[in-house]
């Protein structure tokens, strides 16, 4: 793989519910791609409700870990990789307005590198799943998608970037048709400032690129505009669940960050943002 940016923030193992990938085939994948760091980050979405559709027993925790049985496997693979890939250890967690303080201390318990702050839900509705998008044109579900994203992040404070911003329009009933950065301008900027003013990253996530978007998450119109607005930390991800996508679209992703103004992308170690020259 052929890129100027080397490592992949965002990745899930089989530690997630929604993914069945073991640990080693990520790295691995990884390894072969090229790649010199990757951050794992599971899925933990505290008080996630059961939806319509997922198909799971109603009792069975969603999106949850065990945090101690994380770090007992993926500790030791930091060294068996030492000299092929810098392993680090982070977490994505669900935002809600209600979880700030749960967050907090779940956190606080251990050395995660990096976490990414997501939000999942709105009005407990995850958008994969539809039934948000029922009865309403998908631009007002948007609306509604960016103005609980800035509701979480004024009331969750102990992430360090803002995970696939614009995530709800992968999953819309016309995607892209009745999305852009500039019909939501308000709502998107009330975001990038606030973010800006907390000095929290912005993730690029590439995601959208697999789903068939055409573009990243979030949109590049909305990664010019954070880098506009005095943004400075901003992060990528895959976001893969599978082998086959770890690092995917890195090159063009680089070439795009340029194109928004950055000649940098960021790293995490130790919850602490490091620059990597593009």
Do not use: W
Request: aromatic content about 12%; charged content about 30%; some cysteine.
């Amino acid at each position: 793989m052929s890129s100027k940016i080397s490592c992949d923030a965002h990745m899930h193992t089989d530690f997630s519910t929604d993914c069945e990938s073991s640990v080693r085939s990520m790295l691995n994948a990884a390894v072969e791609k090229g790649l010199r760091t990757v951050c794992i980050t599971d899925h933990m979405d505290l008080d996630f409700p059961p939806q319509e559709g997922e198909g799971q027993a109603q009792d069975a925790p969603l999106f949850q870990f065990d945090v101690e049985e994380y770090f007992r496997v993926l500790t030791p693979l930091k060294e068996e990789y030492r000299g092929r890939l810098d392993v680090r250890i982070g977490i994505e967690i669900g935002l809600q307005p209600h979880l700030g303080a749960q967050y907090k201390k779940l956190l606080a318990a251990y050395p995660f590198d990096i976490v990414i702050g997501s939000i999942h839900l709105v009005r407990g509705l995850d958008p994969y799943y539809g039934k948000l998008f029922e009865g309403r044109p998908d631009a007002d579900t948007y609306r509604e998608a960016f103005e609980e994203t800035l509701t979480c992040i004024e009331q969750n404070e102990d992430f360090d970037t803002l995970g696939h911003l614009d995530y709800v329009v992968r999953y819309g009933k016309r995607k892209a048709e009745e999305y852009s950065y500039r019909a939501f301008a308000d709502e998107i900027d009330a975001v990038l400032k606030k973010l800006i003013s907390m000095g929290k990253g912005l993730e690029v996530n590439t995601g959208g690129l697999k789903y068939g978007l055409g573009f990243t998450n979030p949109h590049p119109d909305v990664i010019k505009r954070y880098r506009e607005l005095g943004g400075e930390i901003v992060t990528v991800g895959a976001d893969a669940h599978r082998p086959e996508y770890v690092g995917y679209e890195f090159g063009k992703t680089a070439d795009l960050l340029g194109v928004c103004g950055f000649r940098y992308y960021t790293e995490f170690i130790e919850r602490k943002p490091i620059f990597k020259k593009l």
